[in-house]
């Protein structure tokens, strides 16, 4: 047996609802829409409870689903279908099964004021995970233990993966200067 | 900022190249009162590297040293973040198919297809078999190349320099047969969405039949040079054990986490391009 949409559904409420439809994925592969308030709950037990346990987190990270606009760089659109500006997506796949293997993918909306739950306690390996999304999207995740930048150097203010950043960055002179008032420097 | 004073220690009464003058806590401590240091008493914070084995300059570590035991290291990647998302979503997605070779340049091919196939999916395109069948044999004599510079330069690195002479016979070989198939011995980009650029050429196929043929003969040479080879056993054994719990939870796949004794390929689990016709 495997997992089915279903069966996540009877355990943890209808607030779970079938993601592949909002990309036309037909990839076989369960997508699986959940509440943020669940979602520690799901990972957790789909970690350590489910039939196949998914033991690998093969790839945990968002999508913006923002639509900008040159004209209005402030107001943020969002693409058609979407429920909020971010997707935080995790990838997990059952290991220990034998040759049928299961692969879910656990898809949470949230907006960037929102934090998500850490999953580093289930998988120490979310925690640069997690600091790349934060890094990139600038989303925060409660519970983790060193949420800081971990590719773009510390004084590093804009978040590069966001649709409004521009395709050629942003000028160091502009970018730094906050920092370099903030180190003192003149 | 702290503001910054220049203070000889001579003026705290402290003569430190003076014999007599002892390395005692009080003397330390009245120097870093002097230097205004807040540090803890004996701890030291020291930089490793910035240092990797194959790219140099990505990897630093800064550890928290406590006379010669190390308390804490936090591993800092460095700035090698080349913003290849970004770049996506400013081109057409037959443009980004050359970028994808560059995601590891040792294995390009691979790369082309993970991207064109997540391509096709969006897309519900179907690949033909015969394409399939040509992806898997220039993604699989991508993944051979990859293993002889795994082992070629990991001999080297611990001194066993003629192993890589070796591995890199068979590696230019490889290079000789891509470059006959793909037009290029790198970066490729040969992997379309929906198929393959071109048709395998007649020489190549007998290459490929050749190199298969000589390649075994010369996979023993390598168990010759490293598997009964002392030193490789000595620098290799219990260095870095990781065990499956922590392999799991580190999200590491393929061959390290085969390597921690997890069963787990993700061409068996789950196959792509045919994979699943093949005894492997």
């Known amino acids: ?186 | 900022m702290v503001e910054q004073r220049v203070i000889t220690i001579g003026e705290q009464g402290l003569s430190p190249l003076r014999r007599k003058l002892e390395n005692s806590d009080e003397n330390l401590k009245a120097l870093d009162d002097a230097l205004g240091n807040e540090l803890h008493e004996d701890l030291m914070t020291l930089n490793m590297g910035p240092q990797h084995p194959s790219t140099h300059g990505v990897l630093r570590i800064v550890l928290t040293m406590d006379g010669e035991i190390i308390l804490d290291a936090e591993p800092v990647i460095g700035y090698l973040h080349r913003g290849k998302e970004k770049m996506a979503e400013h081109l057409t997605m037959f443009q980004y198919i050359p970028h994808t070779d560059r995601l590891d340049y040792l294995a390009p091919l691979i790369n082309n297809v993970a991207y064109c196939q997540s391509v096709e999916k969006l897309c519900r395109i179907d690949v033909p078999d015969r394409a399939q069948a040509i992806r898997v044999i220039v993604m699989e004599l991508m993944r051979i190349m990859g293993h002889l510079i795994y082992v070629g330069t990991t001999a080297l690195d611990i001194g066993a320099a003629s192993m890589f002479f070796y591995t890199f016979r068979d590696r230019e070989d490889l290079y000789d047969l891509i470059d006959s198939i793909t037009g290029q011995r790198m970066n490729n980009s040969f992997i379309r969405i929906g198929g393959v650029g071109n048709e395998i050429p007649e020489d190549a196929v007998k290459g490929i039949y050749d190199f298969v043929g000589r390649f075994e003969q010369h996979v023993d040479e390598y168990e010759l040079l490293l598997t009964g080879n002392k030193i490789w056993w000595s620098r290799n054994r219990d260095v870095g054990v990781l065990t499956k719990k922590d392999a799991l939870g580190l999200n590491l796949t393929g061959p390290i986490l085969r390597g921690c004794g997890i069963e787990y390929d993700v061409r068996r689990a789950f196959p792509y391009s045919g994979y699943e016709k093949y005894d492997f």
């Not at chain 1, 209808?14 to 592949?20: E, H, K, L, P, V």
């Not at chain 1, 639509?67 to 107001?75: G, I, Q, T, V």
């Open chain 1, 1 to 186: 047996m495997g997992l089915s949409l279903a069966a996540l559904q009877e355990k943890f409420g209808t607030g779970i609802q079938d993601g592949n439809s909002y990309l036309e994925v037909m990839d076989g592969v369960l997508t699986a829409e959940v509440p943020m308030e669940n979602l520690l709950e799901i990972l957790s037990w789909l970690r350590r409870d489910a039939d196949p346990r998914l033991l690998l987190l093969t790839c945990m990270t968002a999508t913006d689903e923002s639509l900008p606009e040159e004209s209005e760089p402030d107001h943020v659109a969002l693409r058609r279908g979407a429920k909020a500006r971010f997707r935080v997506v995790y990838h997990l796949a059952g290991v220990d099964s034998g040759f049928q293997r299961q692969l879910v993918r656990i898809v949470v909306w949230t907006h960037e004021d929102e934090a998500v739950p850490s999953a580093t306690e289930l998988w120490p390996g979310a925690n640069w995970m997690e600091r790349e999304v934060f890094d990139m999207f600038g989303l925060s995740f409660s519970g983790h233990p060193d949420l800081k930048r971990i590719l773009m150097p510390d004084g590093f203010e804009a978040h590069p993966l966001r649709k409004e950043y521009p395709l050629r960055g942003i000028h160091p002179d502009q970018l730094y200067r906050q920092w370099d008032l903030s180190r003192g420097a003149e």
